[in-house]
């Protein structure tokens, strides 16, 4: 009996090693084949072949890359394209190569713009804003990531409210994180106001759908074809700069668009909605605007996000950085690049472009500020100037190339807007746009310090691994 006893024993051994051989090859072999950087694969297949069982089970709760599949797993809705003709290189223009590589990311050209509206901070977005949809007479559409219950949002909300009740299809879109995770909330309120709003991703427990990524971080507001909002304000009061008493002041750029790119962002946002709702339309989409040749203005509105190519937007910034003969100039709140992006700002400063990256002295997110002044050492050893643009929080998203490009949009420069978020970008090409935006930028400039390395290195020991800890999580912040 206990021979039987010792040779089950010895057989289950057996048994339980050459599974843990079984799955550690496996492991091994998956980081092999679909890792893009050799030291993480040589790291993944380490780990899993030195630890057979702990090895493999890590690597497949950390070690793959789910967001993409779950992306498009779960954003399968579409809407018809707006199908009028897209203009690849204006009569007259001389937009190549920049405008070339939206182009090759997209497969679109170039679309008019009647009109671009920069609008600083709350105090003059929000006004213009409650214009157009006091003004709409067939259809407003509003997609943000936060909504807050204070005097910005309720103004919002009985502005969207009075459109409704004159007979106006009113559809609003908030992020099923950034509306509940932020306080006051004003979710409870629009689904008692009888509107016609949904949640993107919602957080729920049943049934269950925990995710925090698949964010839509996008800003748009659309009204009746004729003009749309974008940039980086979300509705509430923190925009509101002038309000000395407000805790939460924070600097921002959006810009109201005419013309006909306003049907992009109509498009991109009855994409988002039918997701929303689970369905697919296959009705045809009738533009409200035509595509102007004679137009002073040229814009590309590229969406981005986790169900479409990962690196979209990384490959825009790093084909666009690397056309760039005369300047880059970046304002974000999060900075944390990926090494393609730092290569392409290290080849044009080798190449004597002007590279000034903006950043805000201090963030509004402690995780994100810590692992930002850890990566900054390694920007400011490639030479690369770094300016501290001083309080209130600024969270404006821009970028300058040369003397007529412009990027503006909803993307930040970090992991979460570059692969796990839905997010907008507009190129705008045009010299007098671009001179707008470079008067903003002197001016946050003339107020912002230049970053020392002695400034990083000159902080204690423990901050400095504090902060180095972070920056381990930055593909998570």
């Not at 980086?232 to 805790?247: A, F, P, T």
Request: proline share 5%.
């Amino acid at each position: 009996m206990q021979y039987i006893t010792d040779n089950w024993q010895e057989m289950a051994n057996i048994f339980l090693n050459v599974v843990a051989a079984l799955l550690a090859v496996a492991a091994a072999l998956h980081a092999l084949m679909s890792k893009r950087d050799p030291k993480s694969a040589l790291g993944w297949i380490a780990f899993c072949l030195v630890l057979p069982f702990i090895g493999p089970l890590t690597y497949l709760v950390f070690g793959i890359n789910r967001v993409a599949v779950a992306a498009q797993v779960s954003y399968q809705a579409r809407v018809p394209r707006d199908d009028s003709e897209s203009i690849f290189e204006p009569l007259g223009s001389q937009l190549r190569p920049l405008s070339q590589v939206g182009e090759s990311i997209t497969g679109l050209g170039l679309r008019s713009c009647d009109d671009i509206q920069i609008l600083v901070n709350g105090e003059a977005c929000f006004p213009a804003m409650l214009a157009d949809i006091n003004a709409a007479q067939q259809r407003v559409y509003c997609s943000t990531y936060i909504f807050l219950d204070d005097r910005t949002g309720n103004s919002m909300l009985e502005a969207l409210l009075a459109a409704a009740a004159r007979g106006v299809d009113v559809r609003i879109i908030v992020d099923g994180l950034g509306g509940t995770a932020y306080l006051p909330r004003i979710v409870g309120k629009l689904k008692k106001s009888g509107l016609d709003f949904h949640f993107f991703n919602p957080i729920t427990l049943i049934p269950p759908s925990l995710h925090v990524n698949l964010r839509n971080h996008r800003k748009i507001l659309m009204v009746d074809g004729n003009s749309a909002f974008t940039g980086g304000l979300n509705l509430g009061d923190r925009h509101l700069v002038e309000l000395i008493e407000n805790e939460h002041r924070t600097r921002d750029l959006h810009f109201r668009f005419v013309g006909k790119i306003v049907d992009e962002f109509e498009c991109t946002f009855l994409k988002d909605w039918n997701h929303c709702r689970g369905i697919s339309e296959s009705t045809t989409y009738v533009p409200s605007n035509i595509n102007r040749s004679e137009s002073s203005i040229w814009t590309r509105l590229i969406p981005d996000g986790p169900n479409d190519d990962l690196d979209k937007l990384t490959e825009l910034l790093v084909g666009i950085m690397s056309t760039a003969k005369e300047r880059i100039w970046i304002m974000t709140p999060y900075f944390l690049p990926s090494f393609d992006l730092v290569g392409a700002l290290v080849a044009a400063e080798l190449r004597g472009v002007d590279v000034r990256i903006l950043v805000p002295e201090r963030t509004n997110i402690h995780m994100a500020h810590w692992a930002a002044l850890h990566n900054l050492r390694h920007i400011l050893a490639r030479d690369l100037k770094v300016y501290l643009q001083p309080a209130p929080f600024i969270h404006t998203k821009a970028i300058l190339i040369d003397k007529h490009y412009s990027l503006v949009g909803s993307a930040n420069l970090d992991p979460r807007s570059l692969r796990l978020n839905f997010e907008l970008v507009v190129e705008i090409f045009s010299e007098r746009f671009a001179s707008d935006i470079e008067s903003y930028f002197k001016s946050r400039l003339d107020e912002s310090t230049v970053l020392e390395d002695a400034m990083l290195v000159s902080l204690p020991r423990l901050l400095r691994i504090r902060n180095a800890l972070a920056w381990l999580f930055s593909p998570y912040l």
